[in-house]
Structure formats: C-alpha cells, structure tokens
Nanobody
C-alpha cells in the first residue's frame, strides 16, 4: 500500500534552516503530484507548497523565496528545503500525494503522511 514517511523536522532558531523529506513507497512517484501542508495549533491545515508530476511548483505567499520544493523520482522522495525560518513557520508539516495536482493543492489528496513537527524559536 502507499506510504508516505516524513522526516527532518525539529527545533531550530529563527533564521535557521531545515530540510524535510517525504519518502514514498507503494507508488510510482513520477505520476503523482506531491505537496506539503502544515497545521499550527489552533489553525486550519494550509498548503505550503505543491509540485505537479511535471515539476511545476506552487508556493503560498508567506514562504515564497524561503522554501524550495523538489522531487527525486529515482529516489522516490520529495524534499522541502526551508530557509530563513520564522516562528510563524512553527507547525506540524504533512506530506500529501495524489495523481491529480488540484487535489493536493486543495488539501484533499488520496494520501497523507503522519506529519513531522517543525518548531522555530525566536
């Protein structure tokens, strides 16, 4: 069955960097759109970034210029490079996968990972 396993979260000071990884299994990554969503305490889950099967990326305005989403189909892994982190980036980050890009963007993917905590201290 399809599994998404996130890693790379942790505690970092403001201005620091982290790289999240989403290792996939049970699926052919190259035909899937992928994305990262985040959920902060008391807030709704929101899209952070998405990447289509063709490699087109989309970012929420608050992370543009700071976060970079990439995919390595050969390694069955998607990466979210996060730089210049801010306390407001603190959240649980979830990996999402669906063959249809719009479902990833809308937060209705076929598959979710279990999430990884990112905490940015001021």
């Amino acid at each position: 069955q399809v599994q998404l396993a996130e890693s790379g979260g942790g505690l970092v000071q403001a201005g620091g960097s982290l790289r999240l990884s989403c290792a996939t299994s049970g699926m052919v990554l190259r035909i899937y759109a992928m994305g990262w969503h985040r959920e902060a305490p008391g807030k709704q889950r929101e899209l952070v970034a998405s990447i289509s099967s063709g490699g087109s990326t989309n970012y929420v305005d608050s992370v543009k210029g700071r976060f970079t989403l990439s995919r390595d189909n050969a390694k069955n892994t998607v990466y979210l490079e996060m730089n210049s982190l801010k306390p407001e980036d603190t959240a649980v980050y979830y990996c999402a996968a669906d063959p249809v890009n719009s479902r990833v963007v809308a937060g209705r993917p076929a598959y979710w990972g279990q999430g990884t905590q990112v905490t940015v201290s001021s």
